[in-house]
């Protein structure tokens, strides 16, 4: 079970981590309680201070067990009968962080009290001054998101820009406070968390990035109807290109037409390749033509960075449909450039069918092909399963290259199909070319197929 440990405190957290039965635990309560009814001046004295720390570890046996209220109540007891030991303020910190898990109404508003009292009382103790916020703003979102206006209003104003007065925070700062509140904002309705996140947007000091990150992941789960506009404008102006990159990752699981415009001016235009990446990326995950047609454009623009007609190659085959195999298909004899042909033969094969699997199969045959993708377009076509064993087996018997018929014996090694142990058997017993019986031996020494033993001692016995 997972306890945050405040950086203050981590001598105590990591003190007393020993799993203890509910029952020994409220043992071991009542035993460090017994007695301990001390006066103030008794509290201050070296006995007094051990019975805190032997009432505070039973406490903190009983948060570490999972047990919020004894525990809360443990930690009220510590504060209440030592309150001039240094556990004291601790322990109502601890008592509100056990109120907090324990989740109900009720107790939530009984943490901020106990956050209040700490304030009151301590407000110089390191529990206080370094942990005490960022509990607050929690506990805050999560009265805030059961109707509780103060509360929201106190989670707003954390959120809300601000100027720079404290260390930038990054989006993954579970103990910065603005992030909490940024959080916190998660649960809260559209009308009220997204006027806040949009001015969290509209900064530009460098200090926000962490923030206006977290805001973009924030804003992308609300319903509301100027959602869209906004992460449109974050990707298309945020000076943070981290920033437009969450944006533009967003915009990709929305259908809106101005989302693939924006996208494809990004493709054509951007500068920076992670942002034409995350365009590409965001274009794949669209079902329109439009945005297919504009990957299409770009796999066959000659001007285009390789890498990014790469990645168009790539997703156009995870299309999967008709009209994106044939276009692939057509792509393949007008390129050049032999990593994008290759691309081109992954991406066919990653599309499966018979009609695929037949025209790779036909490349693997061409002998004016270079060697090497004649190769891989029989791997891949094996690989993905865009050809069937049947066909890499008539295959084999058709071809006399060497190296043809040493990448279709691995191929067949790589499938799992007891036909592909068969042929490979057959190859071992009855192929006239030794070193193609050797390959085909080898390949069946990796098989798990129980056949291949009683075929291998054949063979040593022939």
Same mark, same amino acid.
């Given at each position: 079970?997972?306890?945050?440990?405040?950086?203050?405190?981590?001598?105590?957290?990591?003190?007393?981590?020993?799993?203890?039965?509910?029952?020994?635990?409220?043992?071991?309560?009542?035993?460090?309680?017994?007695?301990?009814?001390?006066?103030?001046?008794?509290?201050?004295?070296?006995?007094?201070?051990?019975?805190?720390?032997?009432?505070?570890?039973?406490?903190?046996?009983?948060?570490?067990?999972?047990?919020?209220?004894?525990?809360?109540?443990?930690?009220?007891?510590?504060?209440?009968?030592?309150?001039?030991?240094?556990?004291?303020?601790?322990?109502?910190?601890?008592?509100?962080?056990?109120?907090?898990?324990?989740?109900?109404?009720?107790?939530?508003?009984?943490?901020?009290?106990?956050?209040?009292?700490?304030?009151? #009382?301590?407000?110089?103790?390191?529990?206080? #001054?370094?942990?005490?916020?960022?509990?607050?703003?929690?506990?805050?979102?999560?009265?805030?998101?059961?109707?509780?206006?103060?509360?929201?209003?106190?989670?707003?104003?954390?959120?809300?820009?601000?100027?720079?007065?404290?260390?930038?925070?990054?989006?993954?700062?579970?103990?910065?406070?603005?992030?909490?509140?940024?959080?916190?904002?998660?649960?809260?309705?559209?009308?009220?968390?997204?006027?806040?996140?949009?001015?969290?947007?509209?900064?530009?000091?460098?200090?926000?990035?962490?923030?206006?990150?977290?805001?973009?992941?924030?804003?992308?789960?609300?319903?509301?109807?100027?959602?869209?506009?906004?992460?449109? #404008?974050?990707?298309?102006?945020?000076?943070?290109?981290?920033?437009?990159?969450?944006?533009?990752?967003?915009?990709?699981?929305?259908?809106?037409?101005?989302?693939?415009?924006?996208?494809?001016?990004?493709?054509?235009?951007?500068?920076?390749?992670?942002?034409?990446?995350?365009?590409?990326?965001?274009?794949?995950?669209?079902?329109?033509?439009?945005?297919?047609?504009?990957?299409?454009?770009?796999?066959?623009?000659?001007?285009?960075?390789?890498?990014?007609?790469?990645?168009?190659?790539?997703?156009?085959?995870?299309?999967?449909?008709?009209?994106?195999?044939?276009?692939?298909?057509?792509?393949?004899?007008?390129?050049?450039?032999?990593?994008?042909?290759?691309?081109?033969?992954?991406?066919?094969?990653?599309?499966?069918?018979?009609?695929?699997?037949?025209?790779?199969?036909?490349?693997?045959?061409?002998?004016?092909?270079?060697?090497?993708?004649?190769?891989?377009?029989?791997?891949?076509?094996?690989?993905?399963?865009?050809?069937?064993?049947?066909?890499?087996?008539?295959?084999?018997?058709?071809?006399?290259?060497?190296?043809?018929?040493?990448?279709?014996?691995?191929?067949?090694?790589?499938?799992?199909?007891?036909?592909?142990?068969?042929?490979?058997?057959?190859?071992?017993?009855?192929?006239?070319?030794?070193?193609?019986?050797?390959?085909?031996?080898?390949?069946?020494?990796?098989?798990?197929?129980?056949?291949?033993?009683?075929?291998?001692?054949?063979?040593?016995?022939?």
């Amino acid at each position: 079970m997972f306890i945050p440990i405040r950086s203050t405190l981590a001598g105590l957290v990591l003190a007393s981590l020993a799993a203890v039965p509910v029952t020994g635990a409220q043992q071991s309560a009542t035993s460090a309680f017994t007695g301990a009814a001390a006066s103030d001046s008794a509290s201050g004295s070296s006995s007094g201070s051990a019975q805190a720390d032997s009432a505070y570890q039973a406490a903190r046996r009983a948060l570490d067990g999972g047990e919020y209220r004894q525990a809360a109540e443990l930690f009220s007891r510590v504060a209440e009968r030592f309150p001039r030991t240094t556990q004291a303020a601790d322990a109502l910190y601890w008592r509100a962080f056990a109120l907090f898990r324990s989740g109900s109404g009720g107790n939530l508003s009984a943490a901020l009290s106990a956050l209040a009292d700490l304030e009151r #009382r301590y407000p110089s103790s390191p529990a206080f #001054r370094n942990d005490a916020g960022p509990l607050r703003i929690r506990i805050c979102g999560a009265l805030a998101a059961r109707g509780d206006a103060g509360c929201a209003a106190d989670v707003a104003a954390a959120a809300a820009p601000q100027g720079q007065t404290r260390s930038c925070p990054s989006e993954d700062d579970e103990n910065d406070e603005r992030i909490m509140a940024m959080n916190a904002l998660m649960n809260m309705n559209s009308d009220a968390a997204v006027p806040i996140l949009e001015r969290t947007l509209a900064r530009r000091d460098e200090c926000s990035r962490g923030l206006r990150k977290k805001a973009v992941f924030v804003i992308s789960q609300k319903r509301s109807g100027n959602v869209v506009d906004i992460l449109l #404008r974050v990707a298309r102006e945020d000076p943070a290109i981290d920033v437009r990159e969450q944006a533009i990752f967003w915009l990709g699981n929305v259908r809106d037409e101005r989302v693939v415009d924006l996208l494809a001016d990004l493709v054509s235009s951007s500068s920076e390749p992670s942002i034409q990446e995350k365009a590409i990326f965001a274009l794949s995950n669209s079902r329109s033509e439009k945005a297919s047609q504009v990957l299409r454009d770009l796999a066959q623009r000659d001007n285009a960075p390789r890498t990014a007609r790469e990645q168009a190659i790539f997703w156009l085959g995870n299309r999967r449909d008709a009209s994106s195999g044939e276009f692939l298909r057509a792509l393949y004899a007008r390129l050049t450039d032999r990593d994008l042909k290759d691309r081109v033969l992954f991406s066919i094969a990653n599309q499966r069918g018979a009609d695929n699997g037949q025209w790779l199969l036909g490349i693997a045959l061409n002998d004016r092909e270079p060697m090497d993708l004649r190769k891989n377009a029989l791997f891949h076509a094996g690989n993905q399963r865009a050809a069937s064993v049947a066909d890499m087996a008539g295959l084999y018997d058709r071809i006399t290259e060497k190296q043809m018929k040493e990448q279709v014996i691995f191929t067949l090694s790589q499938r799992r199909e007891p036909e592909a142990v068969d042929k490979l058997m057959s190859i071992a017993e009855k192929d006239t070319d030794r070193e193609m019986r050797s390959k085909a031996i080898f390949w069946l020494g990796q098989s798990r197929d129980p056949r291949v033993l009683r075929f291998l001692e054949a063979l040593i016995n022939k």
